[in-house]
Nanobody
Framework: PVRLLESGGGSVQAGGSLTLSCKVS??????VAWFRQAPGKERDAVAG?????????YYTNSVKGRFTISRDNAKATVYLRMSNLRPEDTAMYYC???????????????????WGQGTQVTVSS
């Protein structure tokens, strides 16, 4: 079965750093993305990486220069390094993976076949 296992969430003060991990197993995937959902808000894409397109990366504007998405093929794991965290980054973070045949832009939820259970990130001021 397909599994996405997230880890690395926690509580930090503003300006701090966290690294989230997403281990993907069970099928061949292309895009892997991180989404987040704050209480009372919609789930939005944060960062994505295309493993079949030379590791092209994508970021939403609010995290550019602060977050870095990367992958380790040997460990089948995608990471989200988050630096200079702000209180507005507080949310549940979800990892999602898409099969190579799936179309659509990286930031669209409908592109992704599988989702992790989420990991909470809380940033205090």
């Amino acid at each position: 079965p397909v599994r996405l296992l997230e880890s690395g969430g926690g509580s930090v003060q503003a300006g701090g750093s966290l690294t989230l991990s997403c281990k993907v197993s069970g099928y061949t995937y292309d895009y892997v993305a991180w989404f987040r959902q704050a209480p009372g808000k919609e789930r939005d894409a944060v960062a994505g990486i295309s493993t079949l397109d030379r590791d092209t990366t994508y970021y939403t504007n609010s995290v550019k220069g602060r977050f870095t998405i990367s992958r380790d093929n040997a460990k089948a794991t995608v990471y989200l390094r988050m630096s200079n965290l702000r209180p507005e980054d507080t949310a549940m973070y979800y990892c999602a993976a898409a099969r190579p045949a799936n179309g659509g832009a990286w930031f669209l939820e409908g592109k992704y076949n599988s989702w992790g259970q989420g990991t909470q990130v809380t940033v205090s001021s």
